[in-house]
């Protein structure tokens, strides 16, 4: 505990942010906030929070999030609880060292994929199973939201942030359980938004990817192609769904948008049905196999 501590009140000043003032637009589902002042246009700031709010229509209770917008980073993330951290260009790097750079043009399905993250967790947050998780992630993310925004935290606040992260911690589990889902679910989130079986695939790419690089991105691909399903790759979270992406992009491929709504509860509840089962019979690893073809299955049977 006393390391953890110390650690929170090393990092307080490590990470500030500042509240965009950007006109009269107003966006119910989303505050954006910049990691330097004045570092991005207002137009660019607004267009990401335009995407979050075309999302948005597509769910009933949509959730309401934080954007962190930077210039650049090696990663875009949600934590779980109200934020997403975003940058205008990922850098990524390959195994020999150097930099690529995917197409900047294409975050915004980036953050599309982001905000899949958060309606995940916020349709789940029903179950029993949850809702802990659910709060402790919120709890978090506020505090951490706190720290960033006013530079430090009260001596109890940094305790109790404390405490909240080991108790994250010893959500591990069930966290790496739904992680294969949870990237899935965003991918379809991202692809309906965009319209685009590839779009994935594209806002990840770069010439410079090394081959594996490559092969992951491939497995975000919603169109069909021959996979050999038993390579490691597919271990991966973010590819292990690959044959269930095919699948949606061959058969619920929507053409309205109450459509997309549809099949997003149809593909969502299909997920929770699946994640009941696992935990219920306590199936903390599957085959990726097995785990397409019973989602596969799930989906197929929600249909009829």
């Given at each position: 505990?006393?390391?953890?501590?110390?650690?929170?009140?090393?990092?307080?000043?490590?990470?500030?942010?500042?509240?965009?003032h950007c006109?009269?637009?107003?966006?119910?589902?989303?505050?954006?906030?910049?990691?330097?002042?004045?570092?991005i246009?207002?137009?660019?700031?607004?267009?990401f929070q335009?995407?979050?709010?075309?999302?948005s229509?597509?769910?009933?209770e949509?959730?309401?999030?934080?954007?962190?917008?930077?210039?650049?980073?090696?990663?875009?993330?949600?934590?779980?609880?109200?934020?997403i951290?975003?940058?205008l260009?990922?850098?990524?790097?390959?195994?020999?060292?150097?930099?690529?750079?995917?197409?900047?043009?294409?975050?915004?399905?980036?953050?599309?994929?982001e905000?899949?993250?958060?309606?995940?967790?916020?349709?789940?947050?029903?179950n029993e199973?949850?809702?802990?998780?659910?709060?402790?992630?919120?709890?978090?993310?506020?505090?951490?939201?706190?720290r960033?925004i006013?530079?430090?935290?009260?001596?109890?606040d940094?305790?109790?942030?404390?405490d909240?992260?080991?108790?994250?911690?010893?959500?591990?589990?069930?966290?790496?359980?739904?992680?294969d889902?949870?990237?899935?679910?965003?991918?379809?989130?991202?692809?309906?938004?965009?319209n685009?079986?590839?779009?994935?695939?594209?806002?990840?790419?770069?010439?410079?990817?090394?081959?594996?690089?490559?092969?992951?991105?491939?497995?975000?691909?919603?169109s069909?192609?021959?996979i050999d399903?038993?390579?490691?790759?597919?271990?991966?979270?973010?590819?292990?769904?690959?044959?269930?992406?095919?699948?949606?992009?061959k058969?619920?491929?929507p053409?309205?948008?109450?459509?997309?709504?549809n099949?997003?509860?149809?593909?969502?509840?299909?997920?929770?049905?699946?994640?009941?089962?696992?935990?219920?019979?306590?199936?903390?690893?599957?085959?990726?196999?097995?785990?397409?073809?019973?989602?596969?299955k799930?989906?197929?049977n929600?249909n009829?």
């Amino acid at each position: 505990m006393k390391s953890i501590f110390i650690y929170l009140c090393f990092i307080t000043n490590t990470f500030a942010l500042f509240q965009t003032h950007c006109g009269e637009n107003t966006f119910e589902h989303s505050q954006a906030y910049v990691i330097k002042e004045r570092s991005i246009t207002c137009e660019k700031i607004d267009y990401f929070q335009s995407i979050i709010k075309d999302i948005s229509n597509f769910f009933e209770e949509p959730p309401f999030v934080r954007l962190f917008i930077g210039l650049k980073s090696s990663n875009a993330s949600f934590d779980y609880g109200e934020s997403i951290n975003i940058p205008l260009q990922l850098v990524y790097a390959n195994h020999y060292g150097s930099e690529y750079y995917p197409d900047s043009n294409l975050s915004e399905y980036i953050l599309a994929h982001e905000y899949g993250h958060a309606i995940f967790t916020n349709l789940l947050k029903n179950n029993e199973f949850y809702r802990e998780i659910y709060l402790v992630d919120k709890q978090v993310s506020k505090l951490e939201f706190k720290r960033k925004i006013e530079g430090s935290l009260e001596e109890d606040d940094q305790l109790r942030l404390a405490d909240l992260t080991l108790k994250k911690r010893s959500f591990n589990k069930v966290r790496r359980l739904l992680n294969d889902y949870s990237e899935f679910f965003s991918d379809v989130v991202a692809v309906y938004y965009a319209n685009d079986k590839e779009v994935m695939v594209d806002a990840l790419y770069s010439f410079s990817m090394s081959d594996q690089q490559f092969s992951l991105a491939m497995a975000r691909s919603f169109s069909e192609r021959e996979i050999d399903i038993e390579d490691r790759l597919y271990t991966e979270e973010h590819a292990s769904l690959v044959l269930v992406r095919q699948f949606v992009g061959k058969n619920f491929w929507p053409k309205t948008d109450d459509e997309k709504t549809n099949n997003l509860k149809l593909i969502f509840k299909s997920i929770e049905q699946e994640i009941l089962l696992r935990l219920r019979q306590e199936e903390f690893r599957l085959n990726p196999k097995i785990m397409n073809e019973r989602l596969i299955k799930r989906i197929e049977n929600q249909n009829f």
